[in-house]
């Protein structure tokens, strides 16, 4: 195996953006077309000598097939999310790794690539798990969601003045089951897609075998513990917004270009990067960061080589 260059090692998130964009029919060929779209910067960087691991959200496509499920209901057997997670993993994979093949290519980049459907675990006595909070599926008003309670056992929270959405646990991850192999391949110059939508949450059991859980990661914090697990040293996080800002969509807007972690740290006390938004990216940032990582970028799609570059986004360093 090769050994690998940690500043030439990076590990980057594809924003749930990626694949499906806001208020357009989230059909497959909007969705193949979208994802050629989102992987310019990728190419930039497997140009530029870079190895890779590629990871993405799954957040519209996972609600769909939480959709497909209700819709089959006493039709065909209920899929429990921890198998929803695997499905959209595999699929989603699918439309980035052949998109890259062909964009590789195209312009003459011999890099193999693969998808891994990758398990990632987590404390099974993680307290996320007894406290719900992550929404998951279709809107449903107050008596649907009492019926629902009570007969499937859901857990159900009113989202803002939308409805009431189901809510399941989102666990820490902590290691990549995989992550061994991630490495290798990796070193070896494959492009791997690997943790999509978090990965598939799994914890040890009392006998030491794997077991599910109907659970969701969250997509930039299974990326940050690969980075770490396979001693990247670059983090992309790539998103809708060109730069990370301090008092977001406010007259006094302050977009951040270089900052330390101890620096964001007093932004994050300060309450400046709310849970619902930037907040997971930013935790992320700082796990990546404090567990060896040394730069954690966080642009939009069309900037995301620029950035590591460091020509364009927020870049976040040790300090």
Known sequence: ??????????????????????????????????????????????????????THGNGPQV????LRVELARGRAPELPLGVLVADTEGGMGYMIEQSLQNKLRAEGIDRPVVTLITQMLVNRDDPAILNPTKYVGQF??????????????????????????????????????????????????????AAGGGGIPVYVDDKGDYEGIDAVIDKDLASAVI???????????????????????????????EITVSQLKEHVTAGHFPPGSMGPKIQAAITFIENGGELVTITSFANAAQAVFGKAGTRIIPG
């Open 1 to 54: 195996m090769t050994a690998l260059d940690k500043q030439k090692t990076a590990v980057v998130a594809l924003g749930g953006n990626a694949i499906t964009l806001p208020g357009q029919e989230d059909n497959i060929a909007n969705q193949f077309a979208n994802t050629r779209n989102s992987l310019a910067g990728i190419i930039e960087l497997a140009r530029a000598g870079y190895n890779l691991v590629v």
């Open 63 to 66: 609600g769909n097939a939480l």
């Open 140 to 193: 449903y008003n107050e008596v649907e969601a009492t019926v629902f309670s009570e007969t499937r056992g859901w857990q159900m929270k009113q989202d803002a003045n939308r409805g009431w959405r189901r809510v399941v646990p989102s666990p820490a991850p902590y290691k990549a089951v995989a992550g061994d192999t991630i490495k290798k391949l990796v070193a070896d110059g494959t492009v791997v897609i």
């Open 227 to 257: 980075g770490n697990e396979i001693g990247a040293g670059i983090l992309s996080i790539l998103t809708s917004v060109d730069k990370v800002a301090l008092n977001f969509g406010q007259p006094d807007q302050v977009e951040l270009d």
